[in-house]
Every structure is written in C-alpha cells, then in structure tokens.
C-alpha cells in the first residue's frame, strides 16, 4: 500500500489505528504479499500503514496469536512459514465448526444479512471466469467472513476467521500449482443462497464438500 493510500484509509483513534493495522497486515500475510519467513521491521511497517509503531506493535501482537507472526527474543518478529502438515488440523477443525456456523447463519440471519447474501451470491454468478486467482481467493474470503458474521457468535467467528485465514494461506503458497478456483468460488452462491432460504442442513452439506474438496485438491501437488 502507497503512503498516501494509507493516510486516506487510516482511521483517527489510536484503537482503531491499531485494528486498521491488523487488518492491513493479516491480508499481506495471508495472501503472501509478505513472505514467509520475512522480517517485520516497526518503522518501516508503521510508514507503510501511515500509523505509529504503538498501532503496529499492538497489530502484531495480535497476529501472533493468530500464528501468522512469530517473535524471537533479540531476534525480532518474523511472517510465519507455511506449514503444509497442518492442512489436516485446519480441515478437520473447519469440518467440525463450519457446518455449526452455516446452520446458524441460516437460523438466525435478520433481513438485512439476507439482503447482503443474497447480493455476495449474485455478485460471485457475475464473476468473470478470468478473473486471476488472487482476486478469487479474496472473494473467497469475503464469502467465509460473511457467513461467520451472519452466524451471530463472535467467539464462533473469531475461531474460524483464524482457521480460515490459515487454509487460505496454505492455498496461496501453492496457488501457481493449482489449478483455478473459478468454478469452485462461483459455486459458493449455491451456499449462501441456502442460508439466505434458511435451508441449514443444505447449507451445511455444502459447506462440507466444499471444504473436503479444498482438501482434496491441495493434497493432489502436495
């Protein structure tokens, strides 16, 4: 992100500063715009962002606790690697807890949430086959937060926000061996317009397939 890009984006409190860095900063790493084992310099990130390094410490404290960063006493902080033996961990764990946040999501989605599915799926029955595959892994994103925000429990969501962002990193390492995700994240409309219907258990079927499917398809250039 530019300097001036940042100025215009950053928020005024020193709490929200704090969460815009966090935010900023859990993309790159998801999505490897920070390498794995990368140094994190304060300052230079702190200019990056256009906030101070307080906002960028307590960015980063947080995003340990997300294993995305980790710290070496007199070593410094330093982008997780990807660890590929943990695709098991994070599918299972996401099988066992997404299909409870899918069905949850269609129990207790108000009429403004629906709104906002039903305008997610239409969007994805838009996208363009060519779109390149670190914009589909984006809105792949989007999709997930959607759901686990609809599903009305923060700690639900925390949790799976924090798996979701590991399988997505694990599948941005491997992104120029897989084949494209177009069919895979335009068929995440089917999902969410069975949660906007109310339908859980059709919802949380697909939920699993698709998830199995992630799975699948990273182990075949593993």
Request: with cysteine; charged share 25%; aromatic share 4%.
């Amino acid at each position: 992100m530019t300097g001036d890009r940042a100025e215009a984006m950053r928020p005024l409190s020193t709490g929200t500063l704090a969460h815009f860095a966090y935010e900023e900063l859990r993309e790159r790493l998801i999505t490897l715009d920070i390498l794995p084992g990368h140094p994190l310099n304060e300052v230079q990130l702190a200019a990056s962002l256009g906030v101070g390094r307080t906002a960028v410490r307590e960015a980063l404290t947080r995003l340990e606790c997300d294993h995305l960063v980790v710290s070496y006493p007199r070593k410094g902080t330093f982008a997780t690697m990807v660890d590929l033996a943990e695709l098991a961990d994070v599918s299972e764990i996401r099988m066992l807890l997404e299909p409870l946040a899918v069905r949850r999501a269609a129990g207790n989605a108000n009429q403004e949430l629906k709104r906002e599915l039903l305008q997610r799926a239409e969007f994805l029955e838009q996208l363009d086959p060519a779109t390149d595959q670190r914009s589909l892994m984006q809105h792949d994103m989007a999709v997930h937060r959607l759901i686990y925000r609809a599903a009305g429990s923060s700690r639900l969501e925390e949790i799976l926000v924090r798996y979701d962002n590991l399988a997505t990193r694990i599948w941005c390492f491997l992104l120029d061996k897989l084949p494209s995700v177009s069919g895979e994240i335009r068929e995440n409309a089917v999902l969410l317009r069975a949660i906007a219907s109310g339908d859980g258990e059709r919802a949380s079927s697909l939920a699993l397939e698709a998830i199995s499917a992630f799975e699948a398809t990273v182990r075949k250039v593993i």
